[in-house]
């Protein structure tokens, strides 16, 4: 078994096991931490993967940004195990088995399915330059209506967290 | 390693999202399982990126643009969603999304 092959299996099972703590934990800070474990793992794949500006990016998004407004929230809002909404037992149970189904299903369309294998050299398409070629020359539009994207979004919190008098 | 390897992760990620979504009531367990929703598809984006810089293709790096935009996408949707819970929690006390169900009379 090589190294990457080695790697790729501890980050997907520290993966997996952290996303599963997402949704199990009663506690919702112990869920935050658990995504947060999920997003670094996801970052370390990205660098296996050849996008190391991606990994970056995504550290600083989510881990840095996102995460955060989600913890300020939760600690703004005093939520613990104590007051946590509880769903009844059969709903959970068919929530499991609906997801469970969705799994089965995928993997069993996509199983034969004739892919290729990744080879294990380097390649420059992650680096900052490249995509930044890419994107100011064939993506610039997408890019610019992105801005909106934000500016709108930016008017619509403040709008909607506003106090009404 | 074959891309079937990276498939499987996101398949399994993504349906524990899903699991998420359906198995919780705490509006922002949910808004999270949503992100690992999101996340799954970005890996799964980023290795489809590789497959095709291995196949000599030069356009490879539109799949990590495309990344950029979902992480654009999400960050917008996590600053209406929060602010829209936080109003949630200040008018109900409660992130408990049943209680959204009185919005239907």
Not at chain 1, 131 to 139: D, H, I, P, R
Not at chain 2, 1 to 10: A, D, E, G, T
Not at chain 2, 44 to 67: E, H, N, P, T, Y
Request: proline share 2%; glycine share 6%.
């Amino acid at each position: 078994m090589s190294t990457q092959q080695i790697i790729f299996l501890v980050l997907s099972a520290v993966a997996l096991l952290s996303a599963m703590g997402v949704i199990l934990s009663k506690n919702p800070v112990t869920s935050v931490l658990c995504l947060i474990l999920t997003f670094f793992t996801i970052a370390g794949h990205y660098v296996m993967l050849n996008a190391q500006f991606l990994a970056v990016v995504h550290i600083i998004v989510y881990a840095g940004a996102i995460m955060v407004l989600f913890l300020f929230v939760i600690m703004l809002m005093n939520l613990n195990a104590d007051i946590e909404p509880q769903k009844r037992n059969w709903l959970k149970y068919a929530g499991a088995i609906s997801g469970g189904t969705l799994l089965v299903i995928l993997v069993a369309a996509l199983r034969d399915a004739s892919m290729p294998t990744l080879q294990p050299g380097a390649t420059d398409i992650g680096l900052i330059g490249n995509l930044g070629k890419t994107l100011f020359n064939k993506y610039v539009v997408p890019f610019e209506v992105s801005s909106v994207l934000f500016l709108s979004a930016m008017v619509g919190a403040v709008v909607i967290g506003k106090k009404e008098d | 390693m074959p891309v079937q390897y990276y498939i499987f992760l996101s398949i399994a990620l993504f349906c524990i999202g899903v699991m998420g979504v359906l198995m919780r009531r705490n509006a922002i367990i949910i808004f999270m399982c949503i992100e690992l929703m999101l996340n799954a598809v970005n890996l799964l984006l980023v290795a489809f990126s590789k497959m095709w810089a291995d196949a000599g293709r030069v356009d490879a790096a539109a799949a990590q643009i495309f990344v950029f935009f979902i992480m654009v996408v999400a960050a917008a949707e996590v600053a209406v969603g929060l602010a829209i819970i936080v109003m949630v929690y200040r008018n109900t006390h409660s992130v408990d999304i049943n209680i959204l169900n009185r919005l239907k009379n």
